[in-house]
C-alpha cells in the first residue's frame, strides 16, 4: 500500500508469484475501515505510508506477514503485530549509503553555503568573497545520534572530511564505537560540542521530539542540524523558533513532521534552510535493487522460511520460520 505508480514491480510479482502468491495494488490509505475493508483476507501487506494500526492488525483473518519498505517501521503498531503472530519486516541495508550520502551533501550544502551562492549567481550578484560565515569543516566536530548503519556510514564520510566524530547511542556497545573510531559522549555532550548534528535514530517513543526546545538551546549558534531520519524526531515548531531566534545556524532537512509540508511552513522561506522532499534513499542502484526485495522478503515468510531482517523475531516459533 504506497505510491506504485512511478515504479517497475515486475520483481515483486515473480518472487511472490514462485510461493503461489499474487500482487494487488492499492493506493496509499489512511482511514482504519479503508485499509480493512481492502486487506482484511490479505496473506501478507507490503505498506509504504499506510498505517497498520492495532485495530487494522486485529481484523486481518489470515496475514502472516507485513513488510515497511525502507528503514523505519513507526506506521506499525510492532507490539499488535507481534501478539497476532504477524511478522514485521523492514529493508534497512538497501539505502545505507544513500542516505548517509544525503545526509553529507546537506551538511556540505550548508556548511559551503551552496544554495545561498547559488541564488546570488541567478539573481546577477558575483560574490567571490561571500558575505557568509563559512567553517573550515575539518578539525571541526559532527555529533551523530544513533551510530546503526547509517550513522556508521555517516561517520565513515565525515572522517574522509577531517571532522571529529561524536556520537550519542546508549544502544550500541563500546567495541562498536571502538571499531568505528567514534567518540561516545552523553547526548547533552554531543548537543553542546558539535559544529553539526546529523540525525540517524529510528523514529520511537523514546525518540519521538528528542530534539526539542531544550535540546535545541543546548547548540552552539553557529551549529547546523541535519535530520535524514523521521521528522517527529525532531520538534519541528522548537526548531522554526531556534532558527528564528539564532540559536543555531541553520538546518538541512530531508524530513519533516508533516509531510509534505504546508505552503506556509516558516521552513520553507528561511535562507539557512536547505530541503530535500524524504528523497535520500533514492539512487538508480536502491531502486533497481529493491522491488525485488519486497517481494523476497514477503515470500520467504510464505514459504515458512526466516527473512533477512524480522523486526519482531518472538513470531518465529509461531509461523514456524527456519
Not at 536502491?286 to 527473512?307: I, K
Amino acid at each position: 500500500m504506497g505510491r506504485w505508480q512511478s515504479e517497475d514491480l515486475t520483481d515483486t510479482r515473480a518472487a511472490l508469484e514462485q510461493v503461489g502468491a499474487d500482487l494487488e495494488l492499492l493506493d496509499s490509505k489512511h482511514d482504519e475501515d479503508e485499509i480493512i475493508a481492502n486487506v482484511r483476507d490479505a496473506d501478507g501487506i507490503i505498506t509504504s505510508e499506510s498505517p497498520m494500526t492495532r485495530r487494522v492488525l486485529e481484523s486481518l483473518t489470515q496475514c502472516k506477514v507485513v513488510l515497511r519498505t525502507g528503514v523505519g517501521y513507526d506506521v506499525i503498531d510492532v507490539e499488535a503485530a507481534t501478539e497476532q503472530g504477524i511478522a514485521v519486516i523492514n529493508i534497512p541495508d538497501l539505502w545505507t549509503r544513500e542516505v548517509a550520502n544525503q545526509a553529507m551533501s546537506l551538511l556540505l550544502a550548508l556548511n559551503r553555503r551552496v544554495v545561498n551562492l547559488h541564488s546570488d549567481i541567478r539573481s546577477s550578484t558575483w560574490t567571490p568573497r561571500p558575505p557568509y560565515d563559512v567553517g573550515s569543516l575539518h578539525g571541526e566536530t559532527i555529533g551523530i545520534l544513533g551510530l546503526g548503519r547509517i550513522g556508521s556510514a555517516m561517520a565513515q564520510r565525515a572522517k574522509g572530511f577531517e571532522l571529529n566524530v561524536i556520537a550519542y547511542d546508549p544502544y550500541i556497545s563500546d567495541e562498536v564505537f571502538a571499531e568505528r573510531g567514534v567518540t561516545r559522549v552523553s547526548f547533552d555532550e554531543m548537543m553542546s560540542q558539535s559544529d553539526y548534528i546529523s540525525l540517524h535514530t529510528p523514529l520511537t517513543d523514546e525518540t519521538r521530539h528528542i530534539i526539542n526546545e531544550n535540546a535545541l538551546r543546548l547548540m552552539k549558534p553557529n551549529a547546523y542540524l541535519i535530520n535524514t531520519s523521521r521528522g517527529p524526531v525532531v520538534e519541528e515548531a522548537a526548531l522554526i523558533k531556534a532558527l528564528q531566534e539564532g540559536w543555531l545556524a541553520g538546518a538541512g532537512l530531508d524530513v519533516l513532521e508533516k509531510e509534505p509540508p504546508a505552503s506556509d511552513n516558516p521552513l520553507l522561506s528561511m535562507d539557512n534552510v536547505v530541503l530535500s522532499p524524504h528523497s535520500g534513499h533514492t539512487s538508480v542502484l536502491s531502486l533497481q535493487l529493491r522491488t525485488g526485495r519486497y517481494g523476497e522478503e514477503v515470500a520467504a515468510v510464505l514459504d515458512g522460511r526466516m527473512p533477512r531482517n524480522l523486526v519482531n523475531p518472538q513470531v518465529r516459533e509461531h509461523l514456524h520460520l527456519v
